[in-house]
């Protein structure tokens, strides 16, 4: 199964983040890809009060990248959006999932919120306008289970040996992760939810600044089940690929069965 992470630099301006948006999912069909995983808010990451308005499954944004799915004929893991919430106030983090043929075949709501203060450095409380989601979610992505998760969910292990318990083989991770944590954070974390769960895990991130005055780390990448990580996207928009090898999976699986061997659930 071959693989493409596609890092973004979204703005304020929703039609240019989809237009970049869908020339890196071509790029990814020409570069060969089963699948294609997008970031975090792909289609906006901008002042809160020109924040698109909330959507329905189904509607604008997933219409878009269903059809770019259809269109390019491979599998996408459209980032996340601004789905309507369980109220007027809050809507959710959504991640649609959609086959060869444009079909939805899953959606997961981010279930950790951001709520973080570091003085000086970062102010942000994401559960004051999203409501976190409260469902595991496994997705078939071309005969594999696919555990689903967003963002902060990555600091969180508990989340993924669920994933892994449940069946996922590979974990997905589109992020809007920021460079203060980014930097010493991001790769530790992605390598550890990979060696602890012997899963792939493929993160798609946000890169570059966004207004306001939020930096987003970057550095996509594929790690395999070992922690060895496969692929790393340089410091700029673009695609980068890897092979996933499942069979390479089953082997670590066989070898050092430490996902067999937990006494603990």
Not at 58 to 83: Q, T
Not at 230 to 236: I, S
């Amino acid at each position: 199964m071959r693989i493409a992470v596609c890092q973004l630099n979204s703005r304020d301006d929703r039609d240019a983040n989809l237009k970049v948006a869908r020339d890196l999912l071509a790029r990814a069909a020409d570069g060969g890809a089963d699948v294609a995983v997008l970031p975090e808010y792909t289609d906006y990451l901008g002042p809160g009060r020109t924040t698109p308005a909330p959507e329905q499954l189904g509607g604008p944004y997933c219409e878009f990248f269903a059809e770019a799915a259809r269109d390019l004929g491979i599998w996408v893991l459209a980032g996340s959006f601004h789905e309507e919430g369980p109220d007027s106030e809050r809507t959710f983090n959504t991640m649609p999932v959609f086959d060869r043929t444009g079909t939805l075949v899953a959606a997961y709501r981010k279930i950790h919120l951001y709520d973080v203060e570091i003085p000086g450095r970062v102010s942000y409380q994401e559960s004051k306008t999203v409501a976190p989601g409260t469902e595991l979610v496994v997705a078939p992505v071309e005969g594999v289970p696919w555990g689903l998760s967003i963002c902060y969910d990555l600091r969180f292990p508990e989340l993924y040996r669920g994933l892994a318990i449940a069946g996922a083989t590979v974990l997905v991770v589109p992020a809007a992760f920021m460079q203060h944590t980014g930097r010493d954070h991001w790769e530790v974390l992605l390598r550890a939810r990979a060696i602890e769960n012997q899963c792939y895990v493929v993160a798609a991130g946000q890169i570059g600044d966004h207004d306001p005055g939020r930096t987003c780390f970057g550095r996509s990448m594929i790690v395999d089940p070992w922690g060895t990580v496969l692929a790393q996207a340089p410091d700029t928009v673009g695609v980068t690929f890897a092979e996933l090898d499942l069979s390479r999976l089953d082997r670590i699986r066989q070898e050092l069965p430490s996902l067999a061997n937990r006494r603990l659930d």
